[in-house]
């Protein structure tokens, strides 16, 4: 057995043009890796019957671009034509889509091959992903710990290295916190550089579709595919196109950054803070001037947070009514009926918290008092967020608050979730860029993450500055690797 | 009776637009149930609205007809409700920002003008259509997310009657301005009226009725509702904020439900649709492609002296009130618009044809009227040769002449059959000069008649008298 799938994209590259190796066989050793790795249960559908077809028709084709013949995973919230998308939930089990998200129709233009749709919290809420119709998938770092959420079955299938590339989707952190607790590189890209044409919405004002990989440039190279406006998602930015793999390689001495108080704050565990601090003084030797200093409002993200992104959840979540598509009740005795229970029997208990909450908070007089009031408390952190960047190249922090915890921790806290990405969620709220990166393990060798956020459409220099620290830091993170 | 009557109506109506509002779906009537649909009717999961630009410049047109002050820089708001017919569980709508606001629509009963104030007009995705039977429903969704304008107008009307004329003054400024056919019976307009009687100051409460399938049956609706709340009020009960439907066959109003406090539709802003801003190039264009509105049409028709009989059938044959504005100004308007609303008119309507399909050029209708005047045509001949000139393009003389019907104009000829008839009639010679102008008359037709009417009848009268008092 071959071990293709542990070579660089590029390297993958050189051998596929030269015809070393095909697409066929990346597949199969993808799905191998797959059936090795069940115990994660990073996927929900595998696309086995499609992807070699796909996989099969390639050969003798042109190598036209660096992804081609790729194989990828795809989140099960992102929809793909003729192959399930569940969203993790009961209500889609059975949900076959008539068309394919934007981004998916992407991936198929440059010849990648879609190997399964991954694991989640149900509709992307929550952080471990436990909140899964189908099971909590499990991080390959220590199979007793949670992937994070919600993108946590990407983040497991990056991690274990089942296939290079996965999409995740970010609302909240979904994509940057389960890439810190698993130890890869995610990216959420600036709000409307990505099209979320067939994403199905969570808080849409917020949510963002972008890469998980091993490492940098192969996450630039994935966003290079993804990025671009779409006449199908009104919200999608015609900022010009970009290779965002352009400026990796170059120095970063003399940049600047800050790293807000708030971030080093006594709601972060002491190891990650202590490999902060390392990381602050590795920047300086390196050129780099770090300060400390506040973002004002960042402190109430959480809170805008679940006014914002609930309220646009009860709404988006509305349609799944067990009228046209999904799950159904069984002999309803009238609409009211059909409704309630196809609702009551299809969401889990996560979902229909927040869809009772947001509705709370847009009904009647609270959609001024809550609603309105977060939209402009949102505005002026956006504005602050802009004043930093007036001074700073980027602002820096630790992705989480912790390391990833046991699977069995309890989840009778509905709050411990938003904790958990509270240092990520200020970046979705000023539609942002964000990127993680693993920059260390504690002493469980569990991974710890570096957040990096960037000016809007800045991401090519966050490329730059996140490929400069993962060369200068060359850290294992091949879970195999270790062992 | 002292009690006051305050009626509120809010219509809405189906823009003429070849897509919907929020996708790329076609927008027609009467097309194959669930034929014009795409993910974003059907409200699929990842589907997102996109922006009819050619709908909103629809709505602005509407709006300025109504004399509205326009939002140029206007969001979308989500109206949050679930009901089958409503595929994403909320319809887009503008809450916070309609696009015309503060419009008012001009009114007469009764020779008394009153102008209604128009509150706002705003867009919006109509729902799916729903059919029952006992045990199950269908829906079809070509419906879902046609185009709609909502307008509410304040509460200012006192009479069915004034309702009546509001919807109809509506309806035809929709129809003159293109935005709406106004078909109330296939849906594309639907009225809702508000109804409330009070015998102070105050208003008293009101109840909707929903859905009234007629103009006529709008003011039965409100007589017969404002009937209803003043025997509740006079028995000493109360009103209470209530929908209703109007029952035709049964002549009355009936409840539907009680309507809940606060219905809350949870409304707020469409996170998918940015702000969309009108920009001064839009709203010259639009101003540009406003046509003559009735109004004015009116105003034009009295200015030149047409009955208000014929003004009023003008109006209602768009066509025709088109044609006319092509005229030119120094025009005999009274004698063409009979000739339009008489002969041509009846023709239109037994070949249906529309008086662009013919051949009856506005400058070949001019010279007519212009002959006509001059007394080169008789209204005789013109029924006679009228067919011809809306079906062929021979010039005038030369149907006349085809016809068989000479024109006669010259004295000598003329004088001879003058002289002929009056040989002939001795009595009625006779007769006209004991005073019996009766008499002048018979002899008149008695010379169109040997002329097959081709004689000029102010050159034959001219002789006729010449000769009789000589």
Redesign the interface.
């Known amino acids: 057995m071959n071990n293709y799938l542990d070579l660089s994209i590029l390297e993958l590259h050189t051998l596929l043009k030269e015809g070393k190796v095909t697409p066929l066989q990346l597949v199969l050793e993808a799905f191998d890796r797959i059936e090795n790795e069940k115990d994660l249960n990073a996927f929900i559908t595998l696309n086995k019957e499609e992807a070699l077809k796909e996989a099969k028709a390639l050969e003798g084709k042109e190598v036209d671009n660096p992804l081609f013949g790729i194989p990828i995973a795809v989140k099960d919230n992102i929809l793909t034509n003729d192959l399930r998308t569940t969203c993790a939930s009961k209500i889609l089990e059975n949900f076959i889509p008539i068309y394919d998200a934007t981004v998916v129709q992407k991936l198929k233009e440059k010849h990648m091959i879609i190997v399964g749709k991954t694991n989640m919290d149900e509709f992307a809420m929550g952080s471990t992903s436990r909140t899964s119709y189908f099971g909590a998938p499990k991080n390959p770092w220590n199979k007793t710990k949670i992937t994070g959420g919600s993108s946590g079955g990407s983040a497991a299938t990056i991690a274990a290295r089942l296939v290079p590339l996965a999409l995740g989707t970010d609302t909240g952190g979904s994509i940057r916190q389960p890439a810190s607790y698993c130890g890869l590189v995610g990216m959420k890209p600036t709000y409307g550089r990505v099209s979320r044409y067939g994403l199905v919405a969570f808080g849409s004002s917020l949510d963002q579709i972008g890469p998980m990989t091993r490492n940098v440039m192969e996450n630039a190279l994935l966003l290079n595919v993804i990025q671009g406006q779409d006449d199908h998602d009104l919200t999608s930015s015609y900022h010009e196109l970009e290779d965002y793999t352009r400026l990796i390689g170059k120095d970063i001495k003399g940049m600047k950054v800050g790293l807000p108080n708030y971030f080093m704050s006594d709601i972060v565990d002491s190891s990650i803070k202590q490999k902060i601090e390392d990381l602050v003084a590795l920047l300086e030797t390196h050129g780099v001037t770090v300060e400390r200093m506040d973002i004002d409002y960042i402190e109430n993200a959480v809170t805008l947070y679940q006014i914002i992104a609930m309220g646009e959840a009860s709404s988006n979540l509305a349609r799944f009514d067990g009228v046209r598509y999904g799950y159904r009740a069984e002999n309803p005795e009238n609409v009211e009926d059909l409704y309630l229970r196809t609702r009551e029997e299809g969401f889990g208990d996560e979902v229909k918290r927040r869809i009772m909450v947001g509705s709370y908070l847009l009904s009647g007089e609270n959609a001024k008092i809550y609603y309105d009031k977060a939209l402009s408390i949102r505005d002026d952190m956006k504005k602050s967020f802009e004043k930093a960047f007036e001074k700073y190249d980027f602002i820096i922090g630790p992705t989480t608050c912790s390391v990833a915890y046991d699977l069995s921790e309890s989840t009778d806290d509905p709050m411990r979730s938003f904790l958990d990405d509270v240092l990520v969620i200020p970046v979705n709220m000023a539609g942002l860029p964000g990127l993680n990166l693993p920059i260390g393990f504690n002493d469980e060798h569990m991974p710890i993450g570096l957040h990096i956020i960037g000016r809007a459409f800045d991401e090519a220099r966050m490329y730059q500055f996140a490929s400069y620290l993962e060369q200068t830091l060359k850290l294992e993170l091949d879970p195999k690797g270790v062992k | 009776m002292d009690y006051k009557t305050t009626v509120g109506i809010e219509i809405h109506c189906e823009l003429k637009t070849n897509s919907k509002m929020f996708s790329h779906g076609a927008n027609g009537y009467g097309a194959t149930a669930n034929s014009n649909i795409t993910?974003i009717d059907?409200?699929?999961?990842?589907?997102?609205?996109?922006?009819n630009k050619g709908a909103i410049l629809l709505a602005l047109r509407a709006a300025l007809v109504l004399n509205c002050t326009i939002n140029k820089r206007m969001h979308f708001d989500?109206k949050?409700y679930?009901y089958?017919d409503l595929?994403?569980?909320?319809q887009i709508t503008q809450a916070r920002t309609p696009i015309g606001v503060h419009g008012y629509v001009e009114i007469e009963v009764n020779g008394v003008p009153k102008k209604i104030g128009i509150h706002d007009i705003h867009i919006e995705e109509d729902t799916a259509k729903s059919a029952h039977s006992a045990t199950s429903?269908l829906?079809d969704f070509n419906r879902a997310g046609v185009p709609l304008i909502e307008i509410v107008t304040e509460p200012d009307m006192n009479s069915p009657e004034e309702a009546m004329a509001y919807v109809e003054k509506l309806r035809e400024l929709l129809l003159y301005a293109d935005i709406s056919d106004c078909k109330i019976e296939e849906g594309s307009m639907r009225c809702d009226v508000n109804v409330s009687v009070s015998k102070t100051e105050t208003l008293g409460t009101r109840a909707e009725i929903k859905n009234i399938g007629s103009i006529s049956n709008v003011g039965l609706a409100i007589q017969k509702e404002v009937e209803h709340q003043i025997e509740v009020y006079e028995q000493g009960g109360t009103i209470q904020e209530e929908t209703r439907r109007f029952d035709e066959k049964a002549g009355k109003t009936v409840l539907m439900r009680v309507k809940e406090t606060?219905n809350?539709y949870?409304?707020?802003?469409e996170?998918?649709?940015?702000f969309f801003e009108l920009t001064d190039e839009d709203m010259e264009m639009v101003q540009k492609t406003i046509p003559v509105l009735p109004n004015e049409r009116r105003k034009f028709y009295k200015e030149k002296g047409i009955s208000e009989i014929n003004q009023n059938k003008l109006i209602q044959n768009r066509d025709l009130s088109d044609y006319l504005l092509t005229a030119p100004e120094e025009l005999n308007y009274v004698v063409t618009s009979n000739i339009l609303l008489g002969d041509v008119l009846a023709y239109l309507n037994k070949t249906r044809k529309k008086i662009e399909e013919t051949h009856l050029s506005m400058e070949k209708l001019t010279k007519v009227v212009q002959m006509l005047d001059e007394g080169k045509l008789t209204n005789k001949i013109l029924k006679e040769i009228l067919e011809d000139l809306l079906e062929t393009d021979d010039a005038i003389d030369e149907v006349i002449k085809k016809h068989g019907i000479t024109q006669m104009n010259d004295t000598d000829s003329l004088m001879t059959v003058v002289k002929q008839v009056i040989n002939a009639n001795p009595e009625s010679v006779s007769d006209y000069r004991n005073g019996k102008d009766r008499a002048l008359k018979y002899l008149m037709g008695q010379i169109m008649k040997e002329t097959k009417g081709g004689a000029n009848p102010a050159l034959v009268n001219q002789l006729l008298v010449e000769e009789l008092t000589k």
């Open positions: 993910e059907l409200g699929y999961p990842g589907s997102l609205p996109v922006l989500r949050n679930f089958p595929p994403k569980g909320y429903s829906l606060g809350d949870r409304y707020f802003p996170p998918d649709i940015p």
